[in-house]
């Protein structure tokens, strides 16, 4: 098995394959992610709604999906959603202005980033989200083959997504039979 490419998103910055592709630096996230969908030319509305997680998810997924794909997901962070879990307890703290919001709650839990992505790329693959204490570099290597060796995906998108408050990185590669990059723990190490 092989990584075909890799993503990273951090501080400002998207590169692909160690190779800077966007760059936005001192602005918040929300400003960086705004910026970054109009580098794309995206038209897709929704994004404006989504937490800042499915933002960079599905931002970062851009470069290696197309609609319709047999791509399995396979993510993890360490932080759950606590950067929306922290707004949404916020919002129900107050005794004079309880107000929850909808819109806050549905993204109080991590997996919701792989159905947005699944929705805009029209995926009917199997997907998981894993909440471990740092990237399960050993697992996700044998996850990812074994759902290419069965023949339940012929790709496999694995990623490190961890986003709270101001402070985010996500770490994306796509897992084939063919690739650019060994598919071993040590690369994956290096990259994360």
Not at 57 to 77: W, Y
Not at 121 to 136: A, C, D, I, R, T
Request: hydrophobic share 40%; with cysteine.
């Amino acid at each position: 098995m092989y990584i075909e490419k890799y993503c990273e998103i951090k501080a400002g910055k998207c590169s692909i394959n160690g190779d800077l592709r966007f760059e936005k630096e001192g602005v918040d996230v929300q400003t960086f992610a705004k910026s970054l969908y109009q580098e794309l030319n995206w038209q897709y509305p929704k994004f404006f709604k989504m937490d800042k997680m499915s933002k960079l998810s599905l931002l970062a997924s851009s470069f290696f999906l197309e609609e319709g794909e047999d791509v399995s997901l396979l993510f993890a962070n360490a932080s759950s959603s606590l950067d929306m879990d922290l707004l949404h307890q916020k919002s129900i703290s107050e005794e004079n202005a309880f107000f929850p919001s909808p819109a806050v709650f549905v993204y109080t839990l991590p997996n919701i980033c792989l159905g947005e992505i699944s929705i805009k790329y029209k995926l009917y693959s199997e997907s998981s989200f894993f909440v471990v204490g740092k990237y399960p570099t050993s697992f996700f290597r044998s996850y990812a083959e074994l759902l290419i060796n069965s023949g339940k995906a012929k790709r496999v998108l694995c990623a490190w997504i961890e986003v709270l408050e101001e402070d985010y990185k996500i770490v994306m590669y796509a897992v084939s039979e063919k690739g650019e990059f060994p598919h071993s723990e040590e690369f994956i190490n290096q990259i994360i």
